[in-house]
């Protein structure tokens, strides 16, 4: 579908998000909804990015949505170019968009603008706890907790300069400014070190599948870049 002027593409694999709320023992209901609440999320996301860079006189190709989160392409418009700064921005806009969104719904769930019991029960938005309250029936109260908690927790957790998440690319951004020949190179270590970090906080943790992520995450951008560098 187009939204905004942007082509979006749903990849089949987005629907293994379902197997989430399988494991927190939602209903067909609850998975049906937790799965709305992390398509929203993730779109909110994705049309941060792309409207940064179309702002930024770049061409958007096409958001996709995915059982890993989202991507969105976008290229250069010669002989407009984007500097590293529009780079970062572009790279940030993502989260910034994402985190402001859920925090305004946040607010309006304060002030009792979607009724007493949202207002009495959603007290946190890095609470996963409310959702849990909503998880039997109250299917818009599960909707509404799920969105701020998925898109307040992803965003943070997408400026950490973890290889492959939007804070890495910042960090690629700057370094690439300050260190042409081997910023990115730099960059791509720099993010493995704090992926495997992560990587052990979470096994630490209980958290075996976020292992599995930010390692693919990270693998897959370290190889990208070294690859490239040396076809470069």
């Known amino acids: 579908m187009r939204l905004f002027g942007f082509e979006v593409r749903l990849h089949p694999t987005f629907f ?31 049309l941060g990015h792309a409207f940064a860079a179309r702002g930024l006189g770049a061409r958007v ?26 780079r970062m921005l572009i790279a940030a806009a ?14 309006a769930v304060r002030v009792g603008l979607f009724g007493s019991v949202l207002q009495e029960v959603v007290v946190s938005p890095l609470s996963l706890a ?16 799920s969105f701020i908690w998925l898109s307040v927790f992803w965003g943070l957790i997408n400026l950490a300069p973890i290889a492959g998440l939007d804070g890495y690319h910042v ?11 081997r910023g990115p190179q730099t960059a791509a270590v720099i993010g493995m070190l704090f992926a495997l970090a992560a990587a052990g906080f979470l ?20 190889l990208r870049v070294f690859a490239a560098s040396r076809a470069g």
């Open 61 to 86: 190709g096409y958001i996709e949505l995915h059982a890993m989160g989202g991507l969105t392409t976008w290229q250069e418009i010669p002989p407009t170019t984007v500097s590293w700064r529009g």
């Open 203 to 222: 096994f630490v943790n209980g958290y075996r599948f976020g292992v599995i992520l930010v390692l693919l995450f990270a693998g897959q951008e370290v």
């Open 130 to 145: 409310s959702a849990f309250v909503f998880s039997r029936g109250e299917l818009f109260g599960l909707f509404i907790a």
């Open 16 to 46: 293994l998000i379902g197997l989430f709320a399988l494991s927190f023992g939602f209903d067909v209901g609850g998975i049906v909804v937790w799965m709305a609440a992390v398509l929203i999320s993730v779109l909110v996301h994705e």
């Open 94 to 107: 993502g989260s910034g968009v994402e985190v402001a969104v859920a925090l305004a719904v946040f607010a």
């Open 171 to 181: 960090l690629a951004s700057a370094l690439g400014r300050l260190l042409p020949r």
